[in-house]
């Protein structure tokens, strides 16, 4: 871990934070905070008993699920995963409906219909992924598709992780993306696992990133840890697509320090991978990195902690209070009127 | 482009429907593969990419999966895709994005997903076992998709016009052995039919034949057969697997007492069997003779003429079920 230099020193901005908007740096840290301090208010829920069924969580994620997010307008399109809650967050999803939908309550943004981490939200033009991805990643080329076709310039984030890469939508949704010309921007979360399944057994290709050549799109591979390396990557992504040029490819490298939810000891990871990952929290790296920009002090910091720890705690206890869903009406609306 | 011609076949009457449908909604564009320069393997879309444009009439990788992946986000926020499988068969490349994500978003989300999907199937075309397919039932079991099996020109243009008005996932059937071999008798009305409406395409009193797409054809042939041997045949053309219009199908049974139910899909877990279990529910003590079905053989189905006829079901053996269930 970096030493936090003292206040004195922090004047000025450090080259590492350039010229950007501290405001926007100092919200993509609060919203990091929150997602680690959200994920690790709902591993204790688990363990205590308030979830159904198991609890996928995106420790390590946060660089790549709010640093991406942090890239696009509120009118672009997100088709996120599992690991990014902190994408859901920025959006504007409220952390006692993700708890919510983890309970099956009413209150979820499926009213308990499904559960778990399938809580998109359309209103903030988040897509509700099925199960198995990367199923949306054809949804997200197909949002992009619209936005292409009505002559607006949004564009569509799609995540999927290391294990998603192998399926054949993958390969689909990229060769479509690219031979249409979609604005799409494709984030690839290598976190090393495939549930159990180590990278080596998934693709022997030198870097996912370097898939993208053959779709004929430019690929980039960054340290998923470092918010502003991906926040920087998606950006001239999103600008690219943006602009017409068509979609491009993201891998950003992290670890997945849970296990694939939080029933899985995943005492198949090296020891070594952990211990090497255990240096690099995506959430202490970049509170640093503003730290010593001068961009935030001990102080904010510090409340910016305790403020996401209490919004933790008051979500836990708003969707703990909220109703289970009412079976009477669950055969309405299998079919739109 | 489609004109109407008085007496348009069967798939002109689905170019005429889906070219209004886009000239009438600017939000409808058609995808798939070769639908564009091409005009689609059956020439369908012939002459929409020059009316239309490569922004609406959409040519695809070949990636079933992709594309109508593509298709329900589109479906999502706002637009309404019509998808074309080239074959009916190669939509198993897509059960994925139909079953996981087009048929049950809407019940978790509440988001719209007005996606068509339009794939030729079945038999007689000598076409072999992966070419022949009769999909519906793979479908049906799955609650939130819509399917839709017109029997006639006529229908297969108002029911595709209610597919792609409908904001629901649907399946359309259409029939490639009927595709050239129907032509209408006047001019195709292009007002939408409504989807869960059966049809009662021929009167009858002594027995009740419940069918679609080319079985329709079949029972009416039969049914004038019959007639001379004093059997009165009544076909219902139920036009829509989902929603099934059960009433029509009850109200006929409980005229006749009897009832058989013909399709081309293989027998076992055939369509037929829910239509012949819900006769059996709502007419049991109407009944004078159990329901029997008849359907293909539990084969795939094959290439050479001989074994294909054996296999898919036969003017003989309609005939001789529609008497024996009769005179029984």
Sequence with gaps: MATRTSSRNRRKAAPAVGDRDPDLLRRIHRFMVLTRAVE??????????????SLYTGHWHEAISVGAASALRPDDYLAPIHRDLGAHLWRGMEPWQVMASFMG??????????GTLHYGRLDLNIYNLPSHIPANFPVATGMAFAAKYRGEDRVCLAFCGDGSTSRA?????????SVQKLPNVFFVENN???????????????????????????????DGTDALAVHDATAEAVARARAGEGPSLIEGVTMRMHGHAEHDPADYVLKELYEEYAKKDPVELFENVLLEAGVLDDAAAKQVREDARQYAIAARRKALADPMPDPADIEDGVYAD | MPTDTGNATYLDAVGLALDSEMDRDPDVFIIGEDVGQFGGAFKVTKGFLDKFGPRRVVDTPIAETGFTGLAAGAALVGLRPVVEFQFADFISCAFDPIVNVLARHH??????????????????????PTHSQSVESYFAHVPGLKIVMPGTPQDAAGLLISSIRDDNPTLYLENKYLYRRLKADGPISLDPIPLGVAKVVRQGRDITLVTYSAGVHQGLEIAEELDKDGISVEVVD???????????????VRKTSRAVVLHEAAKRL????????????????HLDQPVVRIAAKNTPT????????????QPAEIAETLRKVARA
């Design chain 1, 192 to 222: 090393q696992y495939a549930y159990s399944t180590p990278l080596r057994l998934t693709s022997a290709s030198e870097s996912f990133a370097a898939k993208a050549a053959a779709y004929g799109m430019p690929g980039v591979k960054v």
């Design chain 1, 40 to 53: 690790d208010r709902m591993v204790a829920m688990y363990k205590g008993g308030d979830l159904l069924g």
């Design chain 2, 238 to 252: 139920v036009r829509t697997l989902v929603p099934l219009d059960v009433e029509t199908i009850v109200k006929s």
């Design chain 2, 270 to 285: 055939g369509y037929g069997a829910e239509i012949a279990a819900t006769i059996q529910e709502e007419c049991f003590w």
């Design chain 2, 302 to 313: 094959p290439t050479s003429p001989p074994l294909e006829d054996a296999v898919i079901p």
């Design chain 1, 105 to 114: 309550k009413a209150t979820s943004p499926t009213g308990g219909r499904d």
């Design chain 1, 169 to 177: 939508d993958f390969h689909e949704a990229l060769t479509l993306a």
């Design chain 2, 107 to 128: 019940w978790r989300t509440g988001d719209p997903m007005p996606v068509t999907m339009r794939a030729p199937f079945g038999g007689r075309l000598r076409a072999g």
